[in-house]
């Protein structure tokens, strides 16, 4: 329901904050660098098919390799990389090439499209973390692709124990299991509270939450998600739009992206990422007797599937449901230049919103943008269409 003309109510949220100050200092964060200091490894990774839980049961904090939070100038980037890699790509590598990620002990993949793979190949050869594992991810949801990707997440946990020269035992994986399913409990109930006609967290806010995800230790992450939901649950902030938006496409992880949306009146409420709900949205299922490895390859693979999976209906109806769940007015399709899974999946995706009536705004982005000019204007003319639809 689109509300005009009100403004939204929005007062400071002590815990938004801290994380907020997590991801001004990434990637040297003072929780990363305190792991460390502890004698702990902290392990870089990559893609959302990387199965965290392994690393977390070996006492290894895994962060997500990210690039720059603004577009930059990628003269080094592209001196490694074809350009025609995408921007996300060539940003981190750039930021490896220029130390930033110089703390890792160990960087984690899947080969998930011809952009991640050239990362990966290039950080081994250029900036050389002790450890470095590429998992093979295959692009069905069948049998067989689950038997392959289980023989893929086992390697990944025997390689891990030959370099650690530990055995990583079932009772700590299945610790892990329940920490990380603790985060996606608590992330969900960050996301029903935005199925609010006047959520109480904007869609830039949830992004800095999601960041912060994927950047500290879940334990001390589920520790202050739990306090924030607390502090959402005490003050009436409202947050009202011109129109409901979802966004999805390409890795996107800017704040600033979202916040120029905002700006404007569009007001997100649901997306479908890699840094949001695709992180978080399946919970790893541990059947009686089914080994903890045997059921986290499993959630892995038929987690909220990436544009790359075929058939690409099962993303399609995600997304769909996210629309009436989150009473989506429209859709803003960000797609980064040169990626091919979701470029490729856009025309498929804009016929099934069109069958429900969900209007798409489509854009070329690159990596870090902060949704400036052009973008804007686009954004300002996407509104008033979607406001006229409801008169
Ligand atoms: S943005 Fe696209 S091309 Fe780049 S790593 Fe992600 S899926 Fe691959």
Known sequence: MVIKDKPSTSVPLPTLERFRQVNYAFPKTEQILEHQRQGGKVFGWLCTYVPEEIMHAAGILPVRVTGYSQEMELEDGNAYMYINNCSFSRSCLQMGLRGEYQFLDGMVAGSTCDGARRLFDLWQYYIKTP???????????????????????????????????????????RHSIEVFNRARALLRQLYELRKADAPPISGAETMEVL????????????????????????????????????????????????????????????DELCTSTRYWSDPV????????????????????????????????????????????????????????PYAHDLPLLRDRLKEVGVPVLALDVEYGTSGSGQIQTRVQAFLEMLEARKR
């Open 131 to 173: 450890f470095a594992h590429m998992l093979t991810i295959p692009r069905k949801f069948t049998e067989k692709a689950h038997d392959l990707y289980y023989q893929q997440v086992v390697q990944f946990q025997e390689h891990l124990e030959e370099f650690l020269g530990q055995q990583i035992a079932d009772e700590q994986l």
């Open 211 to 270: 960041n912060a995800s994927f950047r500290m230790p879940k334990e001390l992450f589920n520790q202050w998600l739990e306090k924030l939901l607390a502090e959402l649950g005490r003050t009436g902030n409202r947050h009202q739009g011109r129109a409901r938006l979802m966004v999805v496409g390409s890795v996107m992880n800017n704040p600033e992206f979202v916040k120029s949306i905002e700006a404007q009146g569009g007001l997100m409420v649901a």
């Open 285 to 340: 299922v541990l059947e009686e007797g089914q080994s903890p490895v045997a059921a986290i390859s499993r959630r892995y693979l038929n987690n909220f599937p990436c544009a790359r999976m075929v058939p690409s209906d099962e993303r399609f109806n995600r997304i769909l449901n996210l629309v009436k769940d989150f009473k989506v007015d429209g859709v803003i399709s960000q797609i980064i230049r040169y990626c091919v």
